[in-house]
Nanobody, 113 residues
Framework: VQLQASGGGMVQPGGSLRLSCAASGSRHYRNIIGWYRQPPGLERDLVATIATDGHINYDPAVKGRFTIFRDNAENTVSLQMNSLKPEDTGTYYC????????WGQGTQVTVSS
C-alpha cells in the first residue's frame, strides 16, 4: 500500500488547514484511514480515523474543530482542521489499516503567531 499525503504548513492560531491522503495498492475493500500526529518530543497519537463503513474516531482534543471525511471509491481521506491551536503543532502521518498498519510520510503542521 502506498500513501500519498498533501497539505500542512504554517498557520496562525485560529486558522485552518486541510490535509489529504490517497491510498493505493490495497486488495481489501474494508479499511480504516486517517491521521496520527507526533508533537515535538512526544509519541505519535491518534487524531482522527474513518472506516469504510463511516465509523469515525476523533481525539477528544480535536472534536468539534477537525472534520474527517473520505471517498470510498478513491480511497482518499481529508482532514479539515479549523480553529487551530499551538498544541496542534506536530508531524502528521497518514494512517491506513486493512490487514496491517501502513504509514505515509509525515507532513508538518505548525500553529504559531
Amino acid at each position: 500500500v502506498q500513501l500519498q499525503a498533501s497539505g500542512g504548513g504554517m498557520v496562525q492560531p485560529g486558522g485552518s488547514l486541510r490535509l489529504s491522503c490517497a491510498a493505493s495498492g490495497s486488495r481489501h475493500y474494508r479499511n480504516i484511514i486517517g491521521w496520527y500526529r507526533q508533537p515535538p518530543g512526544l509519541e505519535r497519537d491518534l487524531v482522527a480515523t474513518i472506516a469504510t463503513d463511516g465509523h469515525i474516531n476523533y481525539d477528544p482534543a480535536v472534536k468539534g474543530r477537525f472534520t474527517i471525511f473520505r471517498d470510498n471509491a478513491e480511497n482518499t481521506v481529508s482532514l479539515q482542521m479549523n480553529s487551530l491551536k499551538p498544541e496542534d503543532t506536530g508531524t502528521y502521518y497518514c494512517y491506513f489499516f486493512d490487514v496491517r498498519r501502513w504509514w505515509g510520510q509525515g507532513t508538518q503542521v505548525t500553529v504559531s503567531s
